[in-house]
């Protein structure tokens, strides 16, 4: 099992910064793949990014792409979401997910513990 609590949502305006966390419970942080995502009023949940057990590979989401930087610390059991040049857009819940298989994806269900949100909106 694990449990995933994000941080570090908020309001900023655009162009602006947040940088999202999200601490794991358990002892076998660093055997899961972790992946963002994100959902805003009437959307579907959509994919923000991914990274690999070791950070060694990571994938973002056209929209995000050069913009958000994903990264993770085994040690802290923590993944972090960088996000720059904010966008109104960009509004959202954030959600942090655990993936118990090695290989990254961007599809919702392949993951299998998620953390209850993060709300970042954006003012333009």
């Known amino acids: 099992q694990v449990q995933l609590v994000e941080s570090g949502g908020g309001l900023v305006q655009a162009g602006g910064s947040l940088r999202l966390s999200c601490v794991a419970s358990g002892r076998t942080f660093s055997t899961y793949t972790m992946g963002w995502f994100r959902q805003a009023p009437g959307k579907e949940r959509e994919f923000v990014s991914t990274i690999g057990l070791s950070a060694d590979i990571t994938y973002y989401a056209d929209s995000v792409k050069g913009r958000f930087t994903t990264s993770r610390d085994n040690a802290k059991q923590t993944v972090y979401l960088q996000m720059n040049s904010l966008k109104p857009e960009d509004t959202a819940g954030y959600y942090c997910?655990?993936?118990?298989?090695?290989?990254?994806?961007?599809?919702?269900?392949?993951?299998?513990?998620w953390g209850q949100g993060t709300q970042v909106t954006v003012s333009s």
């Open positions: 997910a655990a993936r118990s298989l090695g290989i990254v994806t961007t599809i919702p269900d392949g993951y299998d513990y």
